[in-house]
Protein backbone atom coordinates (compact mmCIF):
# COMPACT_ATOMS: atom_id res chain seq x y z
CA UNK A 1 0.00 0.00 0.00
CA UNK A 2 1.58 3.57 -0.86
CA UNK A 3 2.58 5.65 1.88
CA UNK A 4 1.19 9.61 1.36
CA UNK A 5 1.32 12.44 4.09
CA UNK A 6 -1.76 14.11 4.65
CA UNK A 7 -0.85 18.19 4.32
CA UNK A 8 -1.88 18.88 7.64
CA UNK A 9 0.60 15.81 8.65
CA UNK A 10 3.24 17.11 6.79
CA UNK A 11 3.34 20.49 7.95
CA UNK A 12 4.09 18.80 11.61
CA UNK A 13 7.40 19.51 12.65
CA UNK A 14 7.67 16.07 14.10
CA UNK A 15 7.01 14.56 10.81
CA UNK A 16 9.50 16.65 9.00
CA UNK A 17 11.92 15.64 11.22
CA UNK A 18 11.28 11.94 10.54
CA UNK A 19 11.15 12.31 6.92
CA UNK A 20 14.73 12.41 5.80
CA UNK A 21 15.29 8.90 8.10
CA UNK A 22 12.32 7.38 6.51
CA UNK A 23 14.05 7.68 2.79
CA UNK A 24 16.50 6.29 3.93
CA UNK A 25 14.67 2.98 5.51
CA UNK A 26 12.90 2.38 2.14
CA UNK A 27 16.08 1.39 0.44
CA UNK A 28 16.92 -0.96 3.04
CA UNK A 29 16.00 -4.12 1.21
CA UNK A 30 13.62 -6.41 3.05
CA UNK A 31 15.95 -9.72 3.20
CA UNK A 32 18.21 -7.40 5.00
CA UNK A 33 15.74 -6.35 7.23
CA UNK A 34 14.74 -9.74 8.17
CA UNK A 35 18.31 -11.35 8.13
CA UNK A 36 20.21 -9.04 10.39
CA UNK A 37 18.21 -9.75 13.22
CA UNK A 38 17.89 -13.96 12.17
CA UNK A 39 21.58 -13.84 12.33
CA UNK A 40 21.61 -12.30 15.30
CA UNK A 41 19.57 -14.82 16.92
CA UNK A 42 21.68 -17.32 15.46
CA UNK A 43 24.67 -16.26 17.04
CA UNK A 44 22.99 -15.28 20.61
CA UNK A 45 21.53 -18.14 20.94
CA UNK A 46 23.54 -20.32 19.58
CA UNK A 47 26.44 -19.51 21.89
CA UNK A 48 26.96 -22.43 23.93
CA UNK A 49 24.13 -24.29 22.35
CA UNK A 50 25.18 -27.88 23.82
CA UNK A 51 26.44 -26.32 27.19
CA UNK A 52 24.10 -26.83 29.68
CA UNK A 53 22.86 -30.29 30.82
CA UNK A 54 19.33 -31.25 29.63
CA UNK A 55 16.66 -31.35 31.83
CA UNK A 56 13.82 -33.52 32.40
CA UNK A 57 11.54 -32.73 29.69
CA UNK A 58 14.01 -32.34 27.16
CA UNK A 59 15.03 -36.13 28.05
CA UNK A 60 11.31 -36.55 27.70
CA UNK A 61 11.95 -35.93 24.10
CA UNK A 62 14.65 -38.39 23.51
CA UNK A 63 12.67 -41.26 25.17
CA UNK A 64 9.62 -40.56 22.82
CA UNK A 65 11.51 -39.28 19.42
CA UNK A 66 14.44 -41.26 19.74
CA UNK A 67 12.13 -44.71 19.41
CA UNK A 68 10.84 -45.78 15.87
CA UNK A 69 7.64 -43.77 14.00
CA UNK A 70 5.25 -46.64 14.45
CA UNK A 71 6.05 -46.44 18.60
CA UNK A 72 5.65 -42.94 18.83
CA UNK A 73 2.02 -43.16 17.61
CA UNK A 74 1.66 -46.24 20.03
CA UNK A 75 2.97 -43.67 22.58
CA UNK A 76 0.82 -40.81 21.64
CA UNK A 77 -2.84 -42.82 21.87
CA UNK A 78 -1.42 -43.09 25.66
CA UNK A 79 0.07 -40.08 26.98
CA UNK A 80 1.21 -37.01 25.70
CA UNK A 81 -0.47 -36.62 21.92
CA UNK A 82 0.01 -32.50 22.07
CA UNK A 83 3.35 -33.38 21.54
CA UNK A 84 3.02 -35.81 18.87
CA UNK A 85 3.42 -34.20 15.71
CA UNK A 86 6.98 -32.63 17.55
CA UNK A 87 7.98 -36.11 18.34
CA UNK A 88 7.71 -37.23 14.70
CA UNK A 89 9.73 -34.17 13.71
CA UNK A 90 12.55 -34.75 16.13
CA UNK A 91 12.52 -38.31 15.74
CA UNK A 92 13.96 -37.25 11.67
CA UNK A 93 16.44 -35.08 13.66
CA UNK A 94 17.81 -37.69 15.75
CA UNK A 95 18.21 -40.13 12.80
CA UNK A 96 20.26 -37.41 10.93
CA UNK A 97 22.18 -35.57 14.05
CA UNK A 98 21.58 -37.94 16.84
CA UNK A 99 20.74 -37.20 20.51
CA UNK A 100 23.22 -35.16 21.63
CA UNK A 101 22.19 -31.74 23.72
CA UNK A 102 23.03 -29.48 20.90
CA UNK A 103 21.25 -31.50 17.82
CA UNK A 104 18.21 -32.08 20.07
CA UNK A 105 18.44 -27.77 20.71
CA UNK A 106 19.13 -27.19 16.42
CA UNK A 107 15.53 -27.10 15.51
CA UNK A 108 14.48 -24.74 18.60
CA UNK A 109 17.37 -22.56 17.41
CA UNK A 110 16.59 -22.75 13.49
CA UNK A 111 12.97 -21.43 14.96
CA UNK A 112 14.01 -18.74 16.90
CA UNK A 113 16.62 -17.30 13.97
CA UNK A 114 13.66 -17.71 11.39
CA UNK A 115 10.49 -15.86 13.79
CA UNK A 116 13.44 -12.99 14.75
CA UNK A 117 13.78 -12.27 10.95
CA UNK A 118 9.50 -12.98 10.26
CA UNK A 119 8.99 -10.48 13.20
CA UNK A 120 11.14 -8.48 11.62
CA UNK A 121 9.32 -8.46 8.61
CA UNK A 122 5.99 -8.00 10.25
CA UNK A 123 7.30 -5.21 12.26
CA UNK A 124 8.12 -3.29 9.22
CA UNK A 125 4.78 -3.75 7.31
CA UNK A 126 2.92 -2.70 10.83
CA UNK A 127 5.24 0.33 11.33
CA UNK A 128 3.95 1.42 7.62
CA UNK A 129 0.41 0.62 8.34
CA UNK A 130 0.78 2.89 11.84
CA UNK A 131 2.40 6.08 9.90
CA UNK A 132 6.09 5.43 12.36
CA UNK A 133 8.98 6.85 11.09
CA UNK A 134 11.47 4.48 9.47
CA UNK A 135 9.45 1.53 9.20
CA UNK A 136 12.19 -0.31 7.89
CA UNK A 137 14.56 0.52 10.67
CA UNK A 138 11.33 -0.37 13.17
CA UNK A 139 11.37 -3.52 12.05
CA UNK A 140 14.53 -4.49 12.39
CA UNK A 141 14.74 -3.34 15.82
CA UNK A 142 11.51 -5.63 16.30
CA UNK A 143 13.46 -8.81 15.68
CA UNK A 144 16.52 -7.64 17.11
CA UNK A 145 14.66 -6.55 20.61
CA UNK A 146 13.17 -10.35 20.31
CA UNK A 147 16.94 -11.95 19.79
CA UNK A 148 18.41 -10.17 22.72
CA UNK A 149 15.45 -11.25 24.50
CA UNK A 150 16.91 -13.72 27.39
CA UNK A 151 13.57 -15.66 27.09
CA UNK A 152 13.80 -16.23 23.84
CA UNK A 153 17.69 -18.04 24.45
CA UNK A 154 16.67 -20.39 26.98
CA UNK A 155 13.66 -21.62 24.57
CA UNK A 156 16.47 -21.40 21.43
CA UNK A 157 18.40 -24.01 23.65
CA UNK A 158 15.46 -26.20 24.52
CA UNK A 159 14.62 -29.25 23.03
CA UNK A 160 10.81 -28.60 23.37
CA UNK A 161 8.35 -27.02 20.73
CA UNK A 162 7.82 -23.99 22.41
CA UNK A 163 10.31 -22.22 19.97
CA UNK A 164 8.64 -23.55 16.86
CA UNK A 165 5.37 -22.68 18.52
CA UNK A 166 6.70 -18.95 18.25
CA UNK A 167 7.67 -19.45 14.96
CA UNK A 168 4.06 -20.21 13.56
CA UNK A 169 2.44 -17.16 15.61
CA UNK A 170 4.74 -14.60 14.10
CA UNK A 171 3.80 -16.46 11.01
CA UNK A 172 0.24 -16.87 11.25
CA UNK A 173 -0.18 -13.06 12.85
CA UNK A 174 1.87 -11.96 9.86
CA UNK A 175 -0.76 -13.62 7.67
CA UNK A 176 -3.59 -12.65 9.40
CA UNK A 177 -2.45 -8.41 8.16
CA UNK A 178 -2.15 -10.11 5.18
CA UNK A 179 -5.33 -11.19 5.21
CA UNK A 180 -6.82 -8.73 6.49
CA UNK A 181 -5.24 -5.96 3.89
CA UNK A 182 -5.99 -7.70 0.47
CA UNK A 183 -9.53 -9.92 1.91
CA UNK A 184 -8.35 -12.50 -0.62
CA UNK A 185 -8.93 -15.92 -0.18
CA UNK A 186 -6.38 -17.25 -0.45
CA UNK A 187 -4.42 -14.95 1.85
CA UNK A 188 -7.18 -16.67 4.82
CA UNK A 189 -6.40 -19.79 3.46
CA UNK A 190 -3.08 -19.39 4.24
CA UNK A 191 -3.61 -18.31 7.22
CA UNK A 192 -6.42 -20.90 8.37
CA UNK A 193 -3.23 -23.26 7.72
CA UNK A 194 -0.79 -21.57 9.57
CA UNK A 195 -3.24 -21.35 12.43
CA UNK A 196 -3.54 -25.19 12.31
CA UNK A 197 0.45 -25.65 12.18
CA UNK A 198 0.51 -23.31 15.26
CA UNK A 199 -2.38 -25.40 16.91
CA UNK A 200 -0.63 -28.47 15.81
CA UNK A 201 2.84 -27.67 17.75
CA UNK A 202 0.70 -26.56 20.71
CA UNK A 203 -2.77 -26.36 21.41
CA UNK A 204 -2.72 -23.60 23.93
CA UNK A 205 -1.33 -21.42 20.57
CA UNK A 206 -4.73 -21.37 20.00
CA UNK A 207 -5.10 -18.88 22.23
CA UNK A 208 -3.78 -16.47 19.81
CA UNK A 209 -7.23 -16.82 17.65
CA UNK A 210 -8.67 -15.22 20.77
CA UNK A 211 -6.00 -12.15 20.16
CA UNK A 212 -6.70 -11.95 16.53
CA UNK A 213 -10.56 -12.05 17.15
CA UNK A 214 -9.87 -8.73 19.17
CA UNK A 215 -7.74 -7.30 16.36
CA UNK A 216 -10.56 -8.30 13.86
CA UNK A 217 -12.84 -6.12 15.95
CA UNK A 218 -10.31 -3.13 15.84
CA UNK A 219 -9.75 -3.80 12.12
CA UNK A 220 -13.71 -3.54 11.35
CA UNK A 221 -14.57 -0.30 13.57
CA UNK A 222 -12.06 1.45 11.44
CA UNK A 223 -13.59 -0.10 8.32
CA UNK A 224 -17.12 1.31 10.14
CA UNK A 225 -15.58 4.94 10.82
CA UNK A 226 -14.11 5.63 7.03
CA UNK A 227 -16.78 3.77 5.08
CA UNK A 228 -18.23 6.99 3.32
CA UNK A 229 -14.82 7.28 1.91
CA UNK A 230 -14.33 3.68 0.42
CA UNK A 231 -16.31 0.23 0.61
CA UNK A 232 -15.00 -2.24 3.06
CA UNK A 233 -14.03 -5.47 2.53
CA UNK A 234 -15.77 -8.54 4.76
CA UNK A 235 -13.69 -9.46 7.67
CA UNK A 236 -15.90 -11.39 9.97
CA UNK A 237 -16.98 -14.23 8.30
CA UNK A 238 -13.75 -14.90 6.16
CA UNK A 239 -12.08 -14.89 9.42
CA UNK A 240 -14.73 -17.26 11.55
CA UNK A 241 -14.44 -19.86 8.64
CA UNK A 242 -10.46 -19.61 8.58
CA UNK A 243 -10.79 -19.83 12.26
CA UNK A 244 -13.08 -22.71 12.35
CA UNK A 245 -11.14 -25.04 9.92
CA UNK A 246 -8.43 -24.71 11.65
CA UNK A 247 -10.20 -25.94 14.89
CA UNK A 248 -11.88 -28.69 12.83
CA UNK A 249 -8.18 -29.91 11.41
CA UNK A 250 -6.86 -30.20 15.19
CA UNK A 251 -9.73 -31.71 16.21
CA UNK A 252 -8.57 -35.36 16.97
CA UNK A 253 -5.49 -33.77 18.71
CA UNK A 254 -7.81 -31.85 20.74
CA UNK A 255 -10.16 -34.85 21.42
CA UNK A 256 -7.26 -36.74 22.58
CA UNK A 257 -5.85 -34.21 24.20
CA UNK A 258 -8.57 -33.10 26.70
CA UNK A 259 -8.50 -37.62 27.08
CA UNK A 260 -5.19 -37.07 28.19
CA UNK A 261 -5.37 -33.85 30.34
CA UNK A 262 -4.58 -36.06 33.91
CA UNK A 263 -1.02 -35.15 32.49
CA UNK A 264 -1.58 -31.91 33.56
CA UNK A 265 -2.15 -32.71 37.33
CA UNK A 266 1.27 -31.48 38.31
CA UNK A 267 0.32 -27.99 37.46
CA UNK A 268 -0.91 -25.88 40.62
CA UNK A 269 -2.72 -22.64 40.55
CA UNK A 270 -1.22 -19.20 40.29
CA UNK A 271 -0.45 -17.82 42.85
CA UNK A 272 0.04 -13.85 43.63
CA UNK A 273 3.65 -13.68 42.23
CA UNK A 274 2.97 -15.89 38.94
CA UNK A 275 1.96 -12.35 37.73
CA UNK A 276 4.73 -10.64 38.66
CA UNK A 277 7.56 -13.47 37.26
CA UNK A 278 5.64 -13.71 34.02
CA UNK A 279 6.27 -9.69 33.56
CA UNK A 280 10.23 -10.48 35.04
CA UNK A 281 10.89 -12.82 32.37
CA UNK A 282 9.03 -11.53 29.03
CA UNK A 283 11.05 -8.13 30.32
CA UNK A 284 14.44 -9.89 30.66
CA UNK A 285 15.52 -8.78 34.52
CA UNK A 286 13.70 -6.82 37.20
CA UNK A 287 15.26 -4.08 36.87
CA UNK A 288 14.00 -3.80 33.35
CA UNK A 289 10.43 -4.48 33.78
CA UNK A 290 9.71 -0.26 34.24
CA UNK A 291 11.45 0.44 31.09
CA UNK A 292 10.40 -1.84 29.03
CA UNK A 293 5.97 -0.88 30.60
CA UNK A 294 7.18 2.49 29.25
CA UNK A 295 8.56 1.24 25.91
CA UNK A 296 5.67 -0.63 25.66
CA UNK A 297 2.98 1.84 25.76
CA UNK A 298 5.17 4.97 24.64
CA UNK A 299 3.48 4.12 21.25
CA UNK A 300 0.36 4.44 21.86
CA UNK A 301 0.71 7.14 24.66
CA UNK A 302 2.87 9.33 22.58
CA UNK A 303 -0.33 8.96 19.27
CA UNK A 304 -2.49 10.47 21.99
CA UNK A 305 -0.20 13.00 23.44
CA UNK A 306 0.60 14.53 19.97
CA UNK A 307 -2.93 14.65 18.51
CA UNK A 308 -1.43 12.20 15.52
CA UNK A 309 -4.26 9.14 16.35
CA UNK A 310 -6.17 10.96 13.88
CA UNK A 311 -3.75 12.16 11.28
CA UNK A 312 -1.20 10.22 11.73
CA UNK A 313 -2.22 7.39 10.31
CA UNK A 314 -1.14 6.96 6.68
CA UNK A 315 -3.94 7.02 3.50
CA UNK A 316 -3.76 4.94 0.45
CA UNK A 317 -6.17 4.84 -2.83
CA UNK A 318 -9.04 6.60 -2.01
CA UNK A 319 -8.23 8.11 1.41
CA UNK A 320 -8.28 4.64 2.93
CA UNK A 321 -6.10 3.86 5.94
CA UNK A 322 -4.87 0.46 7.24
CA UNK A 323 -7.29 -1.47 9.32
CA UNK A 324 -4.44 -2.53 11.55
CA UNK A 325 -1.80 -1.05 13.72
CA UNK A 326 1.27 -2.17 15.89
CA UNK A 327 -1.11 -1.49 18.81
CA UNK A 328 -4.08 -3.56 17.25
CA UNK A 329 -2.19 -6.44 16.77
CA UNK A 330 0.85 -6.89 19.45
CA UNK A 331 -1.18 -5.54 22.65
CA UNK A 332 -3.93 -7.94 22.58
CA UNK A 333 -1.24 -10.80 21.26
CA UNK A 334 0.44 -10.05 24.27
CA UNK A 335 -1.93 -9.50 26.96
CA UNK A 336 -5.30 -12.42 26.13
CA UNK A 337 -3.78 -15.64 25.77
CA UNK A 338 -1.51 -15.03 29.13
CA UNK A 339 -5.15 -13.58 31.07
CA UNK A 340 -7.11 -16.41 29.27
CA UNK A 341 -4.87 -19.15 30.87
CA UNK A 342 -4.33 -17.39 34.13
CA UNK A 343 -8.00 -17.31 34.35
CA UNK A 344 -9.38 -20.48 33.46
CA UNK A 345 -6.32 -21.90 36.21
CA UNK A 346 -7.88 -20.33 39.07
CA UNK A 347 -10.87 -23.27 38.28
CA UNK A 348 -8.62 -25.92 36.86
CA UNK A 349 -4.80 -25.25 36.95
CA UNK A 350 -3.37 -25.37 33.33
CA UNK A 351 -0.83 -22.19 33.42
CA UNK A 352 2.48 -22.80 32.65
CA UNK A 353 5.05 -20.02 31.35
CA UNK A 354 6.18 -21.42 28.75
CA UNK A 355 2.69 -22.61 27.27
CA UNK A 356 2.59 -18.40 26.67
CA UNK A 357 6.12 -17.73 25.41
CA UNK A 358 4.85 -17.27 21.81
CA UNK A 359 3.69 -14.10 23.04
CA UNK A 360 7.37 -12.42 23.23
CA UNK A 361 7.12 -11.00 19.69
CA UNK A 362 4.43 -8.94 20.23
CA UNK A 363 6.14 -6.94 23.50
CA UNK A 364 9.37 -6.61 20.94
CA UNK A 365 7.12 -4.96 18.25
CA UNK A 366 5.56 -2.67 20.88
CA UNK A 367 9.12 -2.24 22.55
CA UNK A 368 10.03 -0.92 18.89
CA UNK A 369 7.41 0.84 18.47
CA UNK A 370 7.73 2.57 21.49
CA UNK A 371 11.37 3.33 20.59
CA UNK A 372 9.99 4.56 17.31
CA UNK A 373 7.84 7.37 18.40
CA UNK A 374 10.56 8.32 21.12
CA UNK A 375 12.75 9.36 18.26
CA UNK A 376 9.82 10.51 16.14
CA UNK A 377 8.75 13.30 19.76
CA UNK A 378 12.52 14.38 20.58
CA UNK A 379 12.78 15.18 16.52
CA UNK A 380 9.85 17.86 16.36
CA UNK A 381 10.77 19.41 20.01
CA UNK A 382 12.60 22.51 19.78
CA UNK A 383 16.19 21.20 20.83
CA UNK A 384 15.39 18.09 18.35
CA UNK A 385 15.08 20.85 15.41
CA UNK A 386 17.90 22.56 15.84
CA UNK A 387 19.80 19.17 16.64
CA UNK A 388 18.52 16.84 14.55
CA UNK A 389 21.20 14.38 16.00
CA UNK A 390 18.95 13.91 19.13
CA UNK A 391 16.13 12.55 17.95
CA UNK A 392 18.64 9.20 17.79
CA UNK A 393 19.78 9.71 21.21
CA UNK A 394 17.28 8.78 23.32
CA UNK A 395 16.43 5.30 21.71
CA UNK A 396 20.06 4.88 21.58
CA UNK A 397 20.44 5.48 25.27
CA UNK A 398 17.79 3.04 26.08
CA UNK A 399 19.30 0.19 24.00
CA UNK A 400 22.33 0.60 25.71
CA UNK A 401 20.79 0.57 29.17
CA UNK A 402 18.80 -2.82 27.83
CA UNK A 403 22.16 -4.33 26.38
CA UNK A 404 23.99 -3.41 30.03
CA UNK A 405 20.51 -4.88 32.09
CA UNK A 406 20.35 -7.85 30.09
CA UNK A 407 23.98 -9.20 29.78
CA UNK A 408 23.68 -10.98 32.67
CA UNK A 409 20.46 -12.57 32.37
CA UNK A 410 22.06 -13.40 29.01
CA UNK A 411 24.80 -15.29 30.24
CA UNK A 412 22.31 -17.41 32.94
CA UNK A 413 20.56 -18.35 30.11
CA UNK A 414 23.16 -20.81 29.22
CA UNK A 415 23.51 -22.46 32.28
CA UNK A 416 22.43 -25.50 33.86
CA UNK A 417 21.58 -23.56 36.81
CA UNK A 418 19.18 -21.88 35.79
CA UNK A 419 17.54 -25.22 34.35
CA UNK A 420 15.21 -27.30 36.67
CA UNK A 421 17.75 -30.11 36.42
CA UNK A 422 21.39 -30.89 35.92
CA UNK A 423 21.18 -34.74 34.71
CA UNK A 424 24.51 -34.44 33.07
CA UNK A 425 25.72 -34.47 36.72
CA UNK A 426 23.46 -36.66 38.41
CA UNK A 427 24.34 -39.53 35.72
CA UNK A 428 28.64 -38.61 36.41
CA UNK A 429 27.70 -39.25 40.04
CA UNK A 430 26.47 -42.41 39.12
CA UNK A 431 29.34 -43.26 37.02
CA UNK A 432 31.83 -42.39 39.31
CA UNK A 433 29.88 -44.43 42.35
CA UNK A 434 28.93 -47.21 40.92
CA UNK A 435 29.93 -51.06 41.55
CA UNK A 436 28.47 -54.58 39.60
CA UNK A 437 25.88 -55.67 41.49
CA UNK A 438 24.18 -52.24 42.32
CA UNK A 439 20.54 -52.01 41.59
CA UNK A 440 18.21 -48.73 41.82
CA UNK A 441 14.70 -47.71 42.56
CA UNK A 442 13.01 -44.44 41.18
CA UNK A 443 10.63 -43.39 43.43
CA UNK A 444 8.34 -42.57 42.12
CA UNK A 445 8.66 -44.00 38.92
CA UNK A 446 8.18 -40.74 36.42
CA UNK A 447 11.74 -40.14 37.78
CA UNK A 448 13.02 -42.86 35.95
CA UNK A 449 13.62 -39.97 33.06
CA UNK A 450 16.57 -39.03 34.80
CA UNK A 451 18.33 -42.17 33.58
CA UNK A 452 17.13 -41.60 29.60
CA UNK A 453 19.13 -38.34 29.03
CA UNK A 454 22.60 -39.35 29.87
CA UNK A 455 22.06 -43.31 30.23
CA UNK A 456 25.02 -44.97 30.48
CA UNK A 457 25.55 -45.63 33.76
CA UNK A 458 22.16 -46.49 34.86
CA UNK A 459 22.23 -49.36 31.65
CA UNK A 460 24.27 -50.93 34.04
CA UNK A 461 22.27 -50.81 37.03
CA UNK A 462 19.10 -53.46 37.52
CA UNK A 463 16.23 -51.91 37.97
CA UNK A 464 14.24 -54.42 40.04
CA UNK A 465 11.08 -51.93 39.94
CA UNK A 466 10.97 -52.27 36.21
CA UNK A 467 7.92 -54.16 34.59
CA UNK A 468 7.82 -53.35 31.02
CA UNK A 469 10.34 -50.45 29.34
CA UNK A 470 9.03 -47.59 27.78
CA UNK A 471 8.89 -48.62 24.33
CA UNK A 472 7.05 -51.90 25.38
CA UNK A 473 5.02 -49.75 27.58
CA UNK A 474 4.10 -47.46 25.04
CA UNK A 475 4.87 -45.15 27.99
CA UNK A 476 7.02 -42.67 28.68
CA UNK A 477 8.73 -44.16 32.02
CA UNK A 478 7.76 -47.69 31.37
CA UNK A 479 5.10 -49.33 34.10
CA UNK A 480 6.20 -51.26 37.36
CA UNK A 481 5.97 -54.61 38.76
CA UNK A 482 3.85 -55.12 42.08
CA UNK A 483 4.77 -55.18 45.55
CA UNK A 484 5.09 -58.92 45.92
CA UNK A 485 7.39 -59.44 42.67
CA UNK A 486 9.77 -56.53 43.89
CA UNK A 487 10.36 -58.45 47.19
CA UNK A 488 11.08 -61.65 45.20
CA UNK A 489 13.46 -59.96 43.24
CA UNK A 490 15.30 -58.25 46.04
CA UNK A 491 17.41 -60.97 47.30
CA UNK A 492 21.30 -60.66 47.47
CA UNK A 493 21.43 -57.10 46.47
CA UNK A 494 24.36 -55.66 47.75
CA UNK A 495 23.84 -52.01 46.93
CA UNK A 496 21.17 -49.62 45.80
CA UNK A 497 20.63 -46.29 44.69
CA UNK A 498 17.68 -44.59 45.29
CA UNK A 499 16.23 -42.20 43.03
CA UNK A 500 14.04 -38.96 44.11
CA UNK A 501 13.00 -35.47 43.21
CA UNK A 502 14.16 -33.11 45.68
CA UNK A 503 10.58 -31.59 46.70
CA UNK A 504 9.47 -34.91 46.95
CA UNK A 505 11.50 -36.83 49.79
CA UNK A 506 9.95 -35.83 52.57
CA UNK A 507 6.63 -37.46 51.24
CA UNK A 508 5.23 -40.57 51.74
CA UNK A 509 4.79 -42.81 48.73
CA UNK A 510 1.52 -42.73 47.21
CA UNK A 511 1.93 -46.46 45.16
CA UNK A 512 1.93 -50.01 46.82
CA UNK A 513 5.27 -50.49 44.88
CA UNK A 514 6.55 -47.62 46.29
CA UNK A 515 6.09 -48.71 49.88
CA UNK A 516 7.26 -51.89 49.10
CA UNK A 517 10.49 -49.81 47.91
CA UNK A 518 11.15 -48.03 51.43
CA UNK A 519 10.40 -51.13 53.30
CA UNK A 520 13.24 -52.87 51.30
CA UNK A 521 15.75 -50.09 51.90
CA UNK A 522 14.49 -50.16 55.54
CA UNK A 523 16.85 -53.23 56.03
CA UNK A 524 19.73 -51.77 54.52
CA UNK A 525 22.12 -48.80 55.93
CA UNK A 526 22.92 -45.28 54.38
CA UNK A 527 26.04 -45.04 52.93
CA UNK A 528 25.67 -41.66 51.23
CA UNK A 529 23.62 -39.07 49.87
CA UNK A 530 24.33 -36.58 46.98
CA UNK A 531 21.76 -33.24 46.56
CA UNK A 532 22.22 -32.54 42.53
CA UNK A 533 20.32 -29.53 41.85
CA UNK A 534 16.12 -31.31 41.56
CA UNK A 535 17.48 -35.22 42.33
CA UNK A 536 18.53 -36.28 45.30
CA UNK A 537 20.95 -39.53 45.29
CA UNK A 538 20.96 -42.03 48.24
CA UNK A 539 23.43 -44.96 48.16
CA UNK A 540 21.96 -47.81 50.41
CA UNK A 541 24.20 -51.14 51.41
CA UNK A 542 23.34 -54.24 53.04
CA UNK A 543 24.01 -54.71 56.57
CA UNK A 544 26.90 -56.53 57.29
Not at 301 to 317: F, M, N, Q
Amino acid sequence: MPITEPASHAADPAARGAARPGLAARRLPGWLVAATPAAAELVVGGYRLGGASLWRDEAYTLAAAGRPDGQIAGLVLHVDAVHGPYYLGMHLVIALLGGSAAALRLPSLLATSLAAGLTAILGRRLARMSALPVPALTGMLAGLLYAAAPQTTWYAQDARPYAIVTLFAVAASYLLVVAIGDGRRRSWAAYAAAMAVTGAASLFALLLLAAHALTLLAARARQRQQRPLVASAPLLRPWLAAAAVAVVALSPLIVLGYLQDRTLGWISRPGAGTVGTLVSDFAGSRPLIALIVVLAGAGFALRLVTGDLAAGRPRGDAGRRPAVTVVSVALPWLLLPPLILLAVSLAKPVYVERYVVFCQPALALLCAAGLSWLGRWIAGSAAGRRIPALAWTGPVAILAVATALLAGPQRAARLTATRPDNLREVSAVVAANEQPGDAVFYLPSGVRVVSVAYPAPFRRLRDLSLLATPVASDTLTGTQVRAPVLARRFTRVPRVWLVQWADQVSQAPGTEIGREELDLLSGMRPVRRWIVQSVVLTLYAARQ
